[in-house]
Each structure stands twice: as C-alpha cells, then as structure tokens.
C-alpha cells in the first residue's frame, strides 16, 4: 500500500496511474485531455446519448468522471455522420468529460434478428426499422471517431454461456483478428485510447490465449467481455482471476457489462479498475432502489405508509430528502418522478460506492471495508424479515 498522490488535471495524451495497491485491488486515476477518470471507476450508461431519466449536471455532481455511449444505437439515430456535423457526441449530449463508447457488438449479436457474421464483419437488420447495414472491424472504429469519443473499443464477437467450447474458441480467434484491424484503423490517436476486448467465454485457457495476444499489439487499455451474460458469479470471477496476471499492471482493466454492488466489489478486489452497467438505472426505472441498507422493492406495499427515507445520512436529494411512501406512490401510479428519483438515488449510491472502495484501497483496508458494507445490507434483510 502506497500513499495516494494528489490526482492530476487533464493532459494532452492518454495516461494512466496506479496510486495505491491493496492485494490485487488499485486505486489510481486516468489522464487524457477531457478530464481525469478516477478509477476504480463506474461509468453511467448513456446509451443513446442519454443517461436515462438523468440530465448531464445530475450525472456530473454525482461524482461520475465519464459515460459510455453505444456505437450501435448511435450509428442508427441519430446517425454517425450527422452526429459528426451536429460537433460531435459531447457537443450534442452536453457532456464535457470523457466519454467511452463500446462498438456496438454486443447489441449487433443481441438485438438484431437478422444478422449474418462472417470475417468481413456482421452484416444485421436495425431492431428500430429493418434497414440492413454492415459493420466491420474498419467502420466501427470509424463511427466511434464520428462520435468523438475518448475511449474506444475494438468491434468484437461476443458468444452467450453457454457454449460449445468451439464456438468459444472460434469467436475468440474472429476478435482477435479483428483487433489487429481496428488497431490498425484506429492507428496513432494522441489524447485518445482504443482498448481491446478479451474473450474465451468460460475455458480459462482460451481467455489467457487471448489476452497474451491482445497485449502484443500495445494497446493503451484492455476490457474483460462476454461476461455477465447469464453465468454464475463464480465463473465470472475465475475468469478475472485466470486473466488478471496476464495483462499489463500499467494500463487499465475495463471489466464489461458488470454489475451488482456485490460484483464491483468482488472485481475491483481482484484488480479491476472500470465497470459500466445499465442496472442502476434500469432497476431505477422499475422501483427497485440501491442503498446501503440493500436493496428496496418500492413496489412492495409495505412502504405505503413508510415515513422514512432511503437513506437519512445521503447527500443525494432522491435519497435524504423524499419519503418511501412517496415513492412507492410514484412507483404504484407508474409517475415519471419516481423513475428520475430513484435512478438518481442508485447512481449516487453506485458513485458512493465506488469512493468508498478508492478510499479503502489507499487506506489498506479493503477486506474490512467490504465486510461492512455486505454487513450492513445483511442487517437491514434481516431487519425485514
């Protein structure tokens, strides 16, 4: 454990420091032109240029450094190019700090009906309006610099688990290639990063191969995919664990897709220094509240008459300020209000949380600082039972 510097301001190339070590787990933060991502980070989803049922201060004032957009539902409205002439995706969301975009892969293999993948590329049917379009290795990272993004990920195959273990190796060999690609279309970007994307499914063997080939080509960052897609978290997690020692401690490990409080911690004990993930918002739009107390199903009608708030010692509005009768009402009577409440609570929990893993890291106690928060969920679950 090292003591945590103080973290530095923008610069004009992408950088990456570790600052403090606790085992496995990092606390550090990256540099680039468009602000400093503190990491261990937890990126918002802003799929469509829009973090759902948030404005852009919201997200900001919460302590989120930077957003995720999606290549795929960008390139199909409002359109690449257009986004291009409109100034680009910060412009166009008013977002001023970094912005990582994933390249659409993953949404090509789970939204389109009609797909058809070869080692071209994929050729797909828009889930919006049936227009056929074809996306390569080339014309992902070519949307992704339309966009204007800080952060870009090589176009990939993803495989649900699961699988055949050759189908698993065969879409991990199809990345590859096309990580050497989009390496090349990406070429020499400074203040910008393209990151590679491991896959090998659940065969650990297969998921080493891929990292050791990935780190040959020196890109600036390397992501974990084709997880969180309906395994165990235990798989999950010997996963990480078999690829962890493979990539290089001086750049930073994106893990995609994840997930729970319960999954960010566990990640980010085993080195860990990026997530994004739709649930806190998508559980915000259905009722479902993240807090330190657990979690809150304000659809249950045992909060109608519920005075209290989520969580009196927040210094998130949605949380301190409002009662759970109130919510559950909103909730119950399917009112926009408490969609923006309760994802504005579940984001300010997940950034809190994520300061709260930054600052036990530098302080060498990690293990300890887990063990509270999962004992307080399990208080509170026993509380109403």
Same mark, same amino acid.
């Given at each position: 454990?090292?003591?945590?510097?103080?973290?530095?301001?923008?610069?004009?190339?992408?950088?990456?420091?570790?600052?403090?070590?606790?085992?496995?787990?990092?606390?550090?933060?990256?540099?680039?032109?468009?602000?400093?991502?503190?990491?261990?980070?937890?990126? %918002?989803?802003?799929?469509?240029?829009?973090?759902?049922?948030?404005?852009?201060? #919201?997200?900001?004032?919460?302590?989120?450094?930077?957003?995720?957009?999606?290549?795929?539902?960008?390139?199909? *409205?409002?359109?690449?190019? *257009?986004?291009?002439?409109?100034?680009?995706?910060?412009?166009?969301?008013?977002?001023?700090?970094?912005?990582?975009?994933?390249?659409?892969?993953?949404?090509?293999?789970?939204?389109?009906?009609?797909?058809?993948?070869?080692?071209?590329?994929?050729?797909?049917?828009?889930?919006?309006?049936?227009?056929?379009?074809?996306?390569? %290795?080339?014309?992902?990272? =070519?949307?992704?610099?339309?966009?204007?993004?800080?952060? #870009?990920?090589?176009?990939?195959?993803?495989?649900?688990?699961?699988?055949? %273990?050759? @189908?698993? =190796?065969?879409?991990?060999?199809?990345?590859?290639?096309? !990580?050497?690609?989009?390496?090349?279309?990406?070429? =020499? #970007? %400074?203040?910008?990063?393209?990151?590679?994307?491991?896959?090998?499914?659940?065969?650990?063997?297969?998921?080493?191969?891929?990292?050791? !080939?990935?780190?040959?080509?020196?890109?600036?960052?390397?992501?974990?995919?084709?997880?969180?897609?309906?395994?165990?978290?235990?798989?999950?997690?010997?996963?990480?664990?078999?690829?962890?020692?493979?990539?290089?401690?001086?750049?930073?490990?994106?893990?995609?897709?994840?997930?729970?409080?319960?999954?960010?911690?566990?990640?980010? @004990?085993?080195?860990?220094?990026?997530?994004?993930?739709?649930?806190?918002?998508?559980?915000?739009?259905?009722?479902?509240?993240?807090?330190?107390?657990?979690?809150?199903? &304000? *659809?249950?009608?045992?909060?109608?008459?519920?005075?209290?708030? &989520?969580?009196?010692?927040?210094?998130?509005?949605?949380? *301190?300020?409002?009662?759970? !009768?109130?919510?559950?009402? &909103?909730?119950?009577?399917?009112?926009?209000?408490?969609?923006?409440?309760?994802?504005?609570?579940?984001? @300010?929990?997940?950034?809190?949380?994520?300061?709260?893993?930054?600052?036990?890291?530098? @302080?060498?106690?990690? !293990?300890?600082?887990?063990? =509270?928060?999962?004992?307080?969920?399990?208080?509170?679950?026993?509380?109403?039972?």
């Amino acid at each position: 454990m090292t003591p945590t510097p103080e973290i530095p301001g923008p610069t004009d190339d992408f950088r990456f420091r570790v600052h403090a070590t606790d085992g496995a787990a990092r606390t550090g933060a990256i540099t680039m032109p468009r602000g400093t991502i503190r990491t261990p980070a937890f990126m %918002p989803v802003g799929t469509a240029a829009t973090v759902k049922a948030m404005y852009p201060e #919201q997200v900001r004032a919460l302590g989120a450094d930077v957003v995720l957009g999606n290549t795929y539902h960008l390139m199909l *409205r409002p359109g690449a190019e *257009r986004m291009a002439r409109l100034g680009g995706l910060h412009r166009f969301m008013r977002w001023d700090g970094p912005i990582l975009t994933d390249s659409g892969g993953f949404q090509v293999m789970s939204l389109s009906s009609l797909r058809k993948l070869d080692e071209q590329g994929v050729t797909f049917q828009s889930h919006i309006d049936g227009t056929r379009h074809h996306m390569s %290795p080339e014309r992902s990272i =070519e949307i992704q610099g339309l966009l204007g993004s800080d952060i #870009q990920m090589q176009l990939d195959e993803c495989v649900r688990l699961p699988a055949e %273990p050759k @189908a698993i =190796e065969s879409a991990m060999h199809l990345s590859l290639r096309w !990580a050497e690609r989009c390496r090349a279309a990406f070429g =020499e #970007q %400074p203040g910008k990063a393209l990151f590679g994307i491991v896959q090998g499914g659940d065969v650990p063997a297969l998921r080493v191969e891929s990292a050791k !080939a990935l780190v040959g080509l020196d890109l600036k960052g390397y992501a974990i995919g084709g997880l969180a897609v309906g395994e165990p978290q235990a798989v999950m997690l010997a996963m990480i664990e078999a690829v962890e020692p493979h990539l290089p401690a001086g750049k930073p490990r994106y893990l995609m897709g994840v997930g729970t409080p319960d999954d960010l911690m566990r990640s980010v @004990a085993r080195g860990i220094d990026m997530f994004d993930c739709v649930m806190p918002t998508r559980a915000g739009r259905h009722g479902l509240a993240y807090t330190r107390h657990g979690r809150v199903n &304000l *659809r249950n009608a045992r909060h109608a008459e519920d005075t209290s708030t &989520l969580d009196e010692t927040s210094t998130c509005p949605a949380a *301190r300020d409002y009662s759970r !009768a109130y919510l559950h009402h &909103l909730v119950r009577s399917d009112e926009i209000l408490g969609m923006m409440l309760l994802t504005w609570n579940n984001l @300010a929990y997940y950034q809190d949380l994520m300061a709260g893993l930054r600052g036990a890291i530098a @302080a060498g106690r990690l !293990a300890d600082f887990c063990d =509270e928060t999962r004992a307080g969920w399990a208080r509170a679950e026993g509380a109403r039972t």
